[in-house]
């Protein structure tokens, strides 16, 4: 881990509102279609209540040590309003956080948490309305001594995420825009969603099978 002095930091990039609104407006799977493996979430980390909806933000990074949750607490102070808490936690034992935690947190402009590991308490998020995404839930809380690091590029989901990338998440999965590229990200994904949306069933379909035919011959799966 990072030595304490250098451990924290909080002057980071972020997009601009406009770009982060535009990201929400379109789905993790017409995302993923435009980006490379290396930035889909896999998957164990998955949406904690039903219906929730979709979020984007900037990435507020956070590591944590095994059975500790001091630099996630630190972070809901820290954080700004718009962004996304994403924890690489140490372990998947311990809780890293828990209703209240939550509650500040969302009462504070954090949009949701992205969890590579457990939280607690999700009856009380779920009842808030408050986005958690995460491995799974455990009723022991972490201790609150570190060590720990924020705003270090971390790894999440079995991705690498830096301060300031884009996250958009839903029931659909979870995606890593790196923030240099999130321009023209944003606009290969909304000429997808403009094509998709503009394309019938029935040309879908025309399309799909005489591609499907094609490659079966030509692997000689067809006379």
């Not at 009723?139 to 609150?144: F, L, V």
């Not at 023209?184 to 094509?195: H, S």
Request: overall charge neutral; charged content about 20%; hydrophobic content about 45%.
């Amino acid at each position: 881990m990072t030595p304490h002095a250098s451990a924290i930091r909080t002057d980071i990039s972020r997009p601009a509102a406009e770009m982060v609104r535009a990201f929400r407006a379109l789905s993790p799977t017409t995302l993923a279609d435009v980006l490379d493996l290396g930035c889909i979430m896999r998957i164990g980390i998955n949406p904690l209540w039903p219906g929730m909806p979709r979020i984007a933000g900037p990435a507020f990074t956070v590591r944590t040590a095994r059975h500790d949750n001091l630099m996630l607490h630190a972070a809901i102070y820290l954080a700004e309003p718009g962004d996304v808490i994403v924890v690489e936690a140490g372990d998947a034992e311990m809780a890293v956080a828990g209703g209240n935690v939550c509650a500040v947190a969302q009462r504070r402009g954090v949009v949701g948490f992205v969890i590579d590991g457990v939280i607690r308490d999700v009856a009380e998020s779920r009842a808030k309305g408050f986005p958690l995404f995460a491995r799974g839930v455990s009723p022991i809380p972490g201790s609150k001594d570190g060590p720990g690091e924020i705003n270090s590029p971390i790894t999440c989901g079995g991705v690498t995420v830096s301060p300031g990338d884009v996250i958009v998440a839903d029931e659909e999965g979870i995606v890593v825009v790196p923030g240099a590229r999130a321009a023209e990200v944003l606009a290969r994904a909304q000429a997808k969603a403009a094509a998709d949306a503009a394309e019938t069933l029935d040309s879908w379909e025309k399309k799909h099978r005489a591609r499907v035919e094609a490659t079966l011959k030509a692997k000689g799966y067809r006379p």
